[in-house]
């Protein structure tokens, strides 16, 4: 019998396009070489331009999802995208109180690509940003989260708040080159800048975030998982296909493709 691949737990809405949320997690792990375990936390009616409805799962039933594998699978990270309720964030929150050592990846998700409201600042900053290893908000989610202008400032909040990580994404940020920057205690651990690709994406913070706990449970250290991450999802986002009349997808399986 050969030896199983990390596992890695998602925590996330549904997306029915496959672009984001859920199916964008469980397409990323698998493709950097994790088993991904999922606990869909709400349901959502969306395309590829917005998102029209979202229903969370009931927490009792959050917690029983993850109740279930957690009891008889051992993971090696948590991946946190859309949480759906305060309800189950904090559920949520508990779960993870009491996997201390397990890594654990928040995509604070508080708006689709269109705008439409997916969670709240004080829904995250209260229940499951004290238990992150890391957390990966763009520049827009950074200022919501933290309440200031400054993004350097605005990692230092989240820091205080318990994360021991934050890496900002610059997409939102103006320049020819996307500049992401990771941070711990100390200040800056590594700063990265990618070419800016043309066109928006539905679930590229999805994939960051997925590939980082990927990362991880490969067993890579902070910056080197953080740095791998970025190449993984820069080429999804050059090999990015638009399916519907809305945002491009990112091509999770991209290297499969290449030469075809």
Not at 72 to 78: G, M, N
Not at 154 to 174: Q, S
Request: charged share 20%; aromatic share 6%; hydrophobic share 45%.
């Amino acid at each position: 019998m050969s030896s199983a691949p990390p596992i890695v737990l998602s925590f996330a809405g549904a997306d029915p396009t496959g672009g984001a949320g859920l199916q964008a997690d469980v397409l990323t792990l698998a493709s950097m070489g994790c088993h991904p375990l999922s606990v869909v936390t709400a349901i959502t009616v969306q395309d590829t331009s917005g998102v029209e409805r979202l229903e969370a799962v009931d927490a009792s039933l959050v917690t029983a999802q993850a109740a279930f594998v957690l009891k008889e699978i051992r993971v090696a990270a948590f991946k946190l995208g859309v949480l759906g309720s305060s309800a189950n964030a904090e559920a949520i929150a508990k779960i993870l109180a009491g996997y201390r050592e397990v890594p654990v990846v928040l995509d604070p998700v508080l708006a689709s690509g269109r705008g439409d409201a997916l969670g709240t600042e004080d829904m995250l900053r209260e229940h499951v940003l004290p238990q992150a290893t890391i957390v990966t908000p763009n520049s827009i989610e950074a200022r919501r989260l933290a309440k200031r202008a400054s993004l350097k400032e605005c990692a230092a909040e989240l820091l205080d708040r318990g994360a021991e990580y934050v890496l900002i994404t610059g997409t939102h940020e103006p320049g020819e080159e996307v500049v992401n920057t990771l941070y711990d205690g100390g200040g800056v651990v590594r700063e990265d800048r990618w070419q800016r690709l043309p066109g928006s994406y539905h679930g590229s913070g999805c994939t960051l975030a997925s590939a980082i706990a990927a990362a991880l449970a490969n067993g890579l250290a902070m910056p080197e998982a953080v740095r791998d991450a970025q190449e993984f999802t820069w080429q999804t986002l050059a090999a990015g296909f638009r399916p519907g009349a809305g945002q491009l997808i990112p091509d999770r399986f991209f290297w499969a493709h290449q030469g075809k």
